[in-house]
C-alpha cells in the first residue's frame, strides 16, 4: 500500500518559515516527479511546486518562486518544502504528491496524494 505522509505543519506568524516534509513508503519514488499542492479554505486545490525524480529540476508556482524550496534525498524516499517569508495567504492545507507527469507550466498530474498537513499563518 502506497502512503505518502507530510509532516512539519503547524501555526507560525507572518515572516516565519516552516519545512515540510513528506515521507512515501509502500514504493520508491526515486524514479519519479514528486510535488506539493495546496487548499485553502474555500479555494481549489492549487499546484505549489514539483521536482524531477533527480532532483535536478525544480518548478513552482509564480507566488511561490523565491520564496519557497522544494527538494528531496532519494535514499530516505523523502520530499521537502522549505517555506520562508510566509504570509497569511499561504494558510492552506498542504499535500504532498507523487508520481504521475509533470506537464510543464505548473501542470502536474501525480498518481498518489497525501493526506495533507495544516499550516496556518497568522498576521
Known amino acids: 500500500q502506497v502512503q505518502l505522509v507530510e509532516s512539519g505543519g503547524g501555526l507560525v506568524q507572518a515572516g516565519d518559515s516552516l519545512r515540510l516534509s513528506c515521507a512515501a513508503s509502500?514504493?520508491?519514488?526515486?524514479?519519479?516527479?514528486m510535488g506539493w499542492f495546496r487548499q485553502g479554505p474555500g479555494k481549489e486545490r492549487e499546484f505549489v511546486a514539483a521536482?524531477?525524480?533527480?532532483?535536478?529540476?525544480?518548478y513552482y508556482a509564480d507566488s511561490e518562486q523565491g520564496r519557497f524550496t522544494i527538494s528531496r534525498d532519494n535514499a530516505k524516499n523523502t520530499v521537502y518544502l522549505q517555506m520562508n517569508g510566509l504570509q497569511p495567504e499561504d494558510s492552506a492545507i498542504y499535500y504532498c504528491a507523487g508520481g504521475g507527469t509533470y506537464y510543464g507550466a505548473s501542470k502536474y498530474g501525480p498518481a498518489f496524494w497525501g493526506q495533507g498537513t495544516q499550516v496556518t499563518v497568522s498576521s
Open positions: 509502500g514504493r520508491t519514488f526515486n524514479s519519479d516527479t
Open positions: 521536482i524531477s525524480w533527480s532532483g535536478g529540476s525544480t
